[in-house]
């Protein structure tokens, strides 16, 4: 069976070097997933600007990624089962950025000159879509699966010497309790302790037992290496976060 254009991707050089997620270089990027912020946000600005684009092809989802020999756009329509993958071929010396304006002012322009002509929206956008390359990837593969994290301050949990997996535990409010009680015995006031980092312990506890009773989760959507559009927010999101135990997928 032949295998999807996304999978051929991946298999030949998307993994290979790790490099900054908005331009690839690998320069000095250490531990980081983007060389700067400037970088990043030039490159969620550009994708935000051209969503026109997006809208134009019925878009539901969409993801935005790069190898160092191409760009890709994986697109999902509305009432469809297909993904449409628009390739471009990195330029020498330019950016994904620059390159996916020059592809998205291909694929606009040909979309006018086809509107024009037919003075039909929807054959020009068949047009496009009859250019990209279909492949038979799994729906997954453009739909971000949402993720639930904990909204509890890092501070909370390090002033009571916590780690974020104790809070998927059924016994939370004694593990935070008996952490409390921990904390107090070494830094109580009345035993020789610090009166601030005592009023911190104390403040983390309550915040970390009010949690315990009513817990509250941050959700995101998003690929860890991957950009990815949502229809219903109109907007570009970097690539997520690696999943960690604490978060929960969903």
Sequence with gaps: ???????????????????????????????????????????RYTLDLRTGLLKTLNTRYATFYFTDTMIVMDVLPYNSKEIFSFIYPRSTGKKPAEDYCIMSDLLGNTWWAEKKRTNRNYLATRLLLEKARRNDSAFCSV???????????KASLMHLKLG????????????????????????????????????????????????AENPS????????????????????????????????QV
Excluded at 143 to 153: F, L, N, R, T
Excluded at 176 to 184: G, M, P, T, Y
Aim: with cysteine; glycine share 4%.
């Design 143 to 153: 739909m971000s699966p949402e993720i639930k994290i904990p909204a509890v301050k």
């Design 1 to 43: 069976m032949k295998r999807s254009v996304q999978k051929n991707i991946f298999d030949s050089d998307y993994r290979i070097k790790r490099g900054c997620l908005s331009c690839g270089t690998a320069d000095n990027l250490g531990r980081r997933r983007y060389c700067s912020i400037d970088c990043r946000q030039k490159l």
């Design 164 to 211: 974020k997996s104790d809070l998927n535990s059924p016994k939370l409010e004694k593990i935070i309790k008996s952490a409390f009680r921990i904390q107090v015995k070494k830094h109580h006031p009345d035993l020789g302790g610090d009166t601030d980092t005592f009023r911190r312990i104390h403040q983390a506890y309550l915040e970390l037992i009010s949690w």
């Design 217 to 248: 989760y941050l959700k995101r959507r998003g690929f860890p290496d991957k950009w990815f559009y949502d229809s219903n927010k109109n907007r570009w999101l970097q690539p997520a976060p690696y999943l960690k135990k604490q978060a929960i």
